[in-house]
């Protein structure tokens, strides 16, 4: 537990960690958004007062948690290598199973060895580095993490209003930044702010080597690295990004055909082809046993994982997988979309933090249905097709809603779980509606 110093001191930190990251983009954002620079100022401020709270939550109000398992170890990680600088490298690579043996004191007052994966023994060592730049500071560190996931969501949103010119930026920047969930468990020493950060810096890398062809060392190196360590960290963040992007880029680049002949045939010809994969895919797979075989293994392990967060919670959820096969996970797809998305329901709030999120997810359902009704089904098939930046913020949440939505089992763990997709969701509802707003706005200019 943080000692008084560290709440003292927590201000200071976060006054440095504000103006740092202020005069590193105060020229890029007053360059190339300048009506922006005051909100920026304002979401990163709400940002670092998120990250107090979280750990504030997490030391008050649970009195447990990943936050506290990985400030405590990183203290004794650093120990270590304070201690012995000469086996710094060496600690520093240590396997899972090798950090047990090493750190077997720590680990057993825990009592789940399990816990100790691949992908937690990466985050303790993260946490150990980012110590290093907050006097080992629980807040420090939970105050840098939240400023890096705002970092990320602000390239994120450049790669968004690069396709989108014409809309208010405005609406659409607080729309990604602003959600209440994204804002507040996108803050602090936990494991999604650090994996949102990677996943918006791969994406503003990718977005700037195929899409906008500006080809350099820093970024192929860039995207080799974030690539790497997302995939030890949320390797199924990876599973959304790769064919929603690459669905993007094949229809930015079918779009920049001048022969609208050419062009419509080669779209119609694809849609026909994804639609015809659709359907006999589950057929071939079913017929031939390899439904099963390819994806058993892993969806057993969501079955017990899904039934195992219900089982252990008072808001838990289950979703019907009737087998472990991938046909069975299509099935349970559309439901598992809803639960991402817009549960839990107001009725369903058990816990103040529930209820929190369920007042989210009640907005999120309004404007949706707004979204529909305002901008009409042919208007957003006819932006889907028109602009591909659309294509991917739809496939993405909806991979991603389907991964999460069947793998969280109760609404504890689901209101963390889901805020990767939500900004994603954000830019493509709100982004609809404000090229809709934008196109009446024109008309009525003329």
């Known amino acids: 537990m943080p000692g008084i110093l560290q709440y003292a001191t927590a201000p200071l930190l976060g006054v440095v960690y504000f103006l740092a990251i202020i005069i590193l983009f105060r020229r890029s954002i007053l360059r190339e958004h300048p009506d922006l620079y005051g909100l920026f100022k304002y979401g990163l401020f709400l940002k670092l007062i998120s990250s107090f709270l979280v750990e504030i939550v997490y030391i008050h109000y649970y009195g447990y948690g990943d936050t506290l398992v990985y400030y405590r170890e990183a203290t004794f990680f650093i120990n270590q290598l304070i201690e012995q600088p000469q086996d710094f490298i060496h600690l520093f690579n240590l396997t899972p199973e090798e950090y047990k043996i090493v750190f077997a004191d720590i680990i057993k007052e825990n009592s789940l060895m399990a816990y100790y994966n691949e992908s937690t023994v990466r985050m303790i060592k993260i946490s150990a580095f980012m110590s290093l730049f907050s006097f080992n500071s629980l807040f420090g560190i939970g105050m840098l993490y939240g400023s890096l996931c705002y970092i990320g969501l602000w390239y994120f949103f450049r790669v968004i209003a690069y396709h989108l010119k014409s809309i208010n930026l405005k609406y659409l ?240 763990a689901l209101v963390r779980y889901k805020i990767p997709c939500l900004p994603f969701y954000m830019a493509f509802v709100v982004g609809s509606i404000l090229l809709k707003n934008a196109r009446i706005e024109k008309k009525t200019s003329l």
């Not at 439904?291 to 058993?296: R, S, T, V």
């Not at 349970?332 to 999120?357: C, D, G, Q, Y």
Request: with cysteine; proline share 3%.
């Open 173 to 412: 920047f607080a729309a990604i930044v602003f959600l209440p969930s994204v804002m507040f468990w996108g803050s602090g020493l936990l494991k999604e702010p650090i994996a949102i950060f990677l996943l918006c810096l791969i994406v503003y890398h990718l977005h700037k080597l195929v899409i906008r062809r500006k080809f350099n060392f820093v970024s192929i190196l860039a995207v080799v690295l974030l690539v790497g360590l997302l995939a030890k960290l949320k390797s199924f963040y990876l599973i959304a990004l790769y064919p929603s992007f690459i669905i993007f880029v094949f229809f930015h680049y079918v779009n920049s055909i001048h022969s609208n002949l050419f062009r419509r045939s080669i779209k119609l010809l694809s849609l026909a082809f994804a639609t015809l994969i659709l359907l006999a895919l589950p057929v071939i797979l079913v017929t031939t046993g390899l439904d099963e075989k390819i994806m058993g293994s892993t969806i057993e392990y969501i079955i017990s994982h899904n039934e195992n967060l219900s089982s252990n919670s008072g808001s838990g959820y289950s979703l019907e997988l009737s087998s472990p096969s991938l046909t069975s996970l299509v099935g349970a797809a559309p439901e598992a979309i809803v639960v991402t998305l817009f549960r839990p329901f107001l009725w369903e709030s058990t816990k103040v933090v529930i209820l929190i999120s369920a007042i989210e997810s009640f907005f999120i359902t309004i404007l949706t249905l707004i979204f529909i009704f305002k901008v009409g089904i042919l208007t957003i098939l006819r932006n889907f097709l028109k602009h591909p930046i659309f294509q991917f913020l739809f496939f993405f949440t909806i991979a991603f809603a389907i991964i999460v939505g069947v793998s969280s089992g109760n609404f504890g």
